[in-house]
């Protein structure tokens, strides 16, 4: 098929494009830079320098490279465009971010419209951020906490604009755990090394994880197979802070993380952090395994922790 990667660079779509070409897909990828343009070519697609918030410039690239599928990988939360992570400060930390996924993604939708594509792929997001009731392990059935009156609020808006826009024309949102892996892992240890990421209260708030690799190859499924609908992209272990965050310590020969009560965490980490520790539910990737028939290289962040820091 003819791939349309909408953020081909970044850190996904640098472990996307070479699956897809692996499988004889031609691949075009965006990038907003023309100095990664080469990067791009080396990876075996045709890159394009493409603005995902403007109408225009999408219209454009989408006509020229007449897909068969779009694959919107979208996000402005590196470095280089949002600074250092900063969830205290979520709604500033992830404002490019969550105008990519609400007006780039309708500006996508549009472009494939007048363009004929007839198939959809989109990023969402299942990590922690499931609704804060019942059990700790949540289905696509279950909605997603809105994070009211928290610096996260923004972005949980714009996950759902994703979700209902996307599913609404047909096409499939993969909700992809919390992302390690080339070119992610280092932001995640950096701080854990520094002791600068303390376990909260009790750390009884449970995350889900995907390494890139397995986000990308059931994107690729995705895509293959033409799928609708919501998809938690998980691995088979959703876990407690008190379990993933001082084993990921180990993995990167820091100190034991230091544990701080939550009154102190408030003020210093944020609504967000705090949430995130306690209470956060996480994801079955049961759906995603049943009807794409995906298989995880990384099963457990356990294992993956384990390679990716040796």
Known sequence: ?????????????????????ARGHQVTATTTSAAKLDSLEQLGAEGVVMDGLDAVSVGEAVAKARPDVIVHQMTAISVAHAGKPDMKHMD????????????????LLAAA????????????????????????VK??????DPMTGTPAEPGMTAIDHVDDVVVKAGGAVLRYG??????????????????????IGGGAGYCSWVHLDDAASATVLAL??????????VDDEPAPASEWLPYLAACAGAKRPMRV?????????????VVMM?????????????????????????????????
């Open 261 to 273: 009560p939550k009154w102190l965490a408030r003020p210093l980490a944020g609504d967000v952090a």
């Open 278 to 310: 306690t209470e956060g539910r996480g994801f079955s990737n049961a759906k995603a395994k049943r009807e794409l028939g995906w298989q995880l290289r990384y099963p457990s962040w356990r294992q993956g922790f384990q390679e990716e820091l040796a």
């Open 139 to 144: 289905t696509e059935q279950d909605p997603l």
């Open 113 to 136: 419209e007048a363009t004929g594509v007839p198939h959809f792929v989109a990023q969402g997001y299942a990590a922690w951020n499931g609704i804060r009731e019942g059990g700790w």
């Open 178 to 199: 919390w992302f390690y892996g080339p070119g992610a892992t280092d932001d995640l240890v950096e701080p854990v090394r520094k002791r600068q990421f303390p376990v």
């Open 224 to 233: 293959e197979q033409k799928a609708r609908g919501v998809f938690n992209i």
């Open 1 to 21: 098929m003819r791939v349309f990667v909408a953020g081909g660079t970044g850190v996904l779509g640098r472990r996307l494009v070479p699956q897809l070409v």
């Open 92 to 107: 500033q930390w992830f404002a490019g971010t969550n105008r990519l996924r609400t007006e780039g993604t309708d500006h």
